[in-house]
């Protein structure tokens, strides 16, 4: 992929202790140098692939995890099948051990298949590991994930979440998209997705500008994090990223938190329901739902209901748990008709 992209904005966090600040107040992503450079997983990961492994299995506990092998001509990047029936890899549940042997196995292969655990909760999988392998002064409930591969590339998407990704062992690339960068990506299905988040269809590696002219427009907004281990990345939620691991082995800890209640509904749920009921409307009806949903929702304002007497507000009140416990009951109750 040849581009003239930014790179992302870094700070060397070894010597920046007000680090959390610069994430809080942070609206795009942020690397950070050395951020998790002492943990000692990483440094067993400089000294070898064997090394770390050994360090991980001395946390392994016979656990089972979701694991994705590819053939060597993917080329590491995990995707659909040519006619979107299927994927181009075999996803299966195996022991963690079996996902070590099979790295070990191809450590020196030049055309290696592709082997990949995304998104593994790390208590689960290592249990104890976070107790010299953790990140202080994250948000309690902050979810601790462990990632680990060889040579694999990520689709780009986006996840809700607030998200700090720590480079264990190995190198990677992120390539990060604003939000509004959507129509230059060329996003896929949004229920047929090989992880459950929607991705974009270019293929970064070899973009094909016949078919998604667009993207270079896209790239003309993206950032890139060149990451050595020891680094961490801060991606703010609803940012596109595309991951490339870059070594034989790679392990990566990430840590996803959200800022909204977590009774708060899913936002994804809207844009379905959107689609059942107001993409095929009239032009002039789908204007009219456009500034109705200005109005109540993206400018909503305190004033938007302080006309009515504050005991008859109802769902147009202030959101909290009862509220969102009632809009969800209105809902089941109206999609079951």
């Known amino acids: 992929m040849s581009t003239a992209a930014a790179s992302v904005r ?5 010597e920046a202790p007000a680090w959390r600040e610069a994430v809080r107040d942070a609206r795009e ?3 950070l140098r050395g951020l998790v450079a002492q943990w000692p997983l990483v440094r067993a990961g400089r000294q070898s692939m064997s090394a770390a492994l050994a360090y991980l299995r001395g946390y392994y506990r016979d656990a089972t995890v979701g694991a994705w092998f590819g053939p060597p001509e993917i080329r590491g990047r995990f995707f659909y099948n040519d006619d979107f029936s299927g994927f181009n890899y ?8 079996a996902v070590f042997a099979a790295l070990e196995r191809h450590e020196h292969d030049v055309d290696a298949p592709a082997v990949y655990v995304g998104s593994t909760t790390i208590d689960t999988c290592l249990p104890g590991m976070r107790a010299e392998n953790d990140v202080a002064g994250l948000p309690g409930d902050a979810l601790a994930s462990i990632w680990l591969g060889n040579r694999t590339r990520i689709a780009a998407h986006f996840d809700m979440p607030d998200n700090l990704a720590c480079v264990a062992v190995g190198r990677r690339r992120f390539t990060l998209f604003p939000p509004d960068a959507l129509p230059n990506l060329y996003g896929g299905p949004l229920e047929f997705t090989p992880a459950g988040q929607q991705i974009s269809l270019v293929d970064f590696a070899n973009p094909d500008y016949a078919r998604f002219p667009r993207f270079a427009a896209a790239l ?3 950032q890139i994090a060149e990451m050595e281990a020891g680094d961490a990345l801060y991606i703010p939620g609803m940012w596109w990223h595309h991951v490339e691991a870059l070594d034989a082995f790679n392990v990566l800890v990430n840590y996803w938190w959200q800022t909204v209640p977590a ?10 329901h959107a689609l059942l009921s107001l993409r095929a409307l009239p032009p002039a009806q789908r204007a009219a739902w456009r500034g109705i949903l200005d109005h109540y929702v ?3 304002d305190d004033t938007a209901a ?11 009140g202030p959101l909290d748990a009862n509220r969102a416990r009632a809009l969800r009951a209105l809902l089941l109750k109206q999609l079951n008709r």
Do not use: C, D, Y
Request: cysteine-free; charged content about 15%; aromatic content about 4%.
């Open 10 to 14: 870094a700070i060397n966090a070894a």
């Open 298 to 300: 993206f400018a909503a």
């Open 220 to 222: 003309r907004s993206a």
């Open 90 to 97: 075999q996803a299966a549940m195996v022991k963690l051990e």
């Open 306 to 316: 302080t006309h009515i007497p504050e005991r008859g507000r109802g769902l147009l």
């Open 263 to 272: 009774w708060q509904g899913a936002p994804v749920n809207v844009l379905m």
């Open 29 to 31: 992503p942020l690397l």
